[in-house]
């Protein structure tokens, strides 16, 4: 049986959705929304968290056909594509995409099994939060040493959660 037939889809290369990551230090929330065409969304506190919506973005730049979201491109050579602005929506349908996670639930094996690994990983902050509350984060993790634990935004290592890890190559 086939990647396609499984419903596993290859995953894209670390470089692509590096490449293709609007990192908060380059690219602000309004800079994001307005090339995506979301512009209405930008002051909707809803949407102040952008963490799903740039992974969605990178993904989609780097060749990742997202089929849940409920967002879309409205603008651009994506136009019409999806986009998923929740954390824990879009890591359930990166399972769905790319197949069950390594899964960590004591931060300290996430640290040492993620020594020097590059992919996306997500934080889990809890189960329940109130409503318009991060639920988690999700983001791109860069090879780094123990200690020197790197996201192309920010990492959530240093308390007990549970985090998921996609490997890229």
């Not at 318009?132 to 290592?157: K, S, V």
Request: hydrophobic share 45%.
């Amino acid at each position: 049986m086939s990647r396609s037939q499984r419903g596993i889809a290859r995953r894209p290369s670390f470089a692509a959705v590096r490449e293709a990551f609007p990192s908060r230090k380059v690219v602000s929330r309004e800079m994001l929304f307005e090339e995506i065409g979301i512009e209405a969304l930008m002051h909707d506190p809803a949407y102040e968290n952008t963490c799903a919506i740039r992974m969605s973005y990178a993904l989609t730049k780097a060749g990742v056909v997202l089929r849940k979201g409920g967002l879309k491109f409205n603008k651009g050579p994506f136009a019409g594509r999806r986009i998923e602005p929740g954390m824990r929506k879009l890591s359930e349908h990166l399972v769905e995409l790319w197949g069950p996670p390594q899964s960590f639930a004591v931060n300290a094996e996430a640290v040492d099994a993620l020594t020097l690994q590059q992919g996306v990983v997500s934080f889990f902050f809890g189960e329940m939060l109130s409503a318009g509350a991060a639920q988690g984060h999700i983001d791109l993790l860069m090879p780094r040493w123990p200690g020197f634990e790197e996201c192309a935004n920010t990492c959530y290592f240093g308390s007990d959660k549970k985090i998921w890890f996609w490997p890229l190559p």
